[in-house]
């Protein structure tokens, strides 16, 4: 299986998860804004949630998920799938759309300069306007898995607040999240080292420990998680 392919297939795996989508989104819903940019949306697991707002503009710079993108949300015509590098001073154009809300979900860490991305990010937005990030934690995670859909690293939550902070961004919120996930990663990616994420795996997980998972985190927030969720705002 080739880079792409991988990339791909994680994507409909995950894609699957539908009660960690949905847990994900409740993490930041109330931050969206009517027109939103979506950073890396791949085969548009999110962005099918993001159905009901004024505007979509669904950015990635893979080709065969633009013209996944292209095909499945055709009949919205408040969905633009749009192919942009997130690195690139091309990425710049999207403040046309006059973006509320940039979102970029697990897109950061497969990209090689990230203080470029975050700026351009910064740049799009307008005064107020919110950046909505998830990244996967904690560098000593880092594996097989990892290596092969193409992330350059993994984040603690204060590197990624660092960052924001030192591309101009306010921080709203910064916490961990999927404590539990944390084992079952480092058994998959660095003791096995698989080397695709295990569909069956993903929704057992999914059914039967993220519904009451979702509820514990939502009480106390843990100490570390698989993924960090940050809210930053442009001031």
Partial sequence: MNNSDAIIRDLEVMAG?????????????????????????????????????????????????????????????????????????????????????????????????????????????NIGGKAILLVPAFQSLYGSIDRLVGHYRRYSKRELTSKLIGTGFKIREAFYMNSLAVLGWLLNNRIIRRKEESLEQVLFYDRFIVPSLKNVERIVRPPLGLSIVAIAEKG
């Fill in 17 to 125: 998860a539908t009660n960690y989508r949905r847990w994900i989104y409740s993490q930041f819903d109330k931050y969206l804004g009517g027109r939103i940019v979506e950073l890396g949306s791949g085969i548009g697991t999110f962005t099918e949630l993001f159905l009901d707002r004024e505007l979509v503009v669904a950015v990635d710079n893979h080709e065969p998920c633009i013209e996944y993108l292209k095909r499945r949300f055709s009949g919205h015509k408040n969905v633009i799938p749009l192919k942009r590098d997130i690195g690139s001073v091309e990425m710049l154009e999207v403040s046309y759309y006059k973006p509320h809300t940039v979102v970029c979900i697990n897109v950061l860490e497969h990209v090689k300069d990230d203080m470029m991305a975050l700026s351009h990010m910064f740049e799009i937005l």
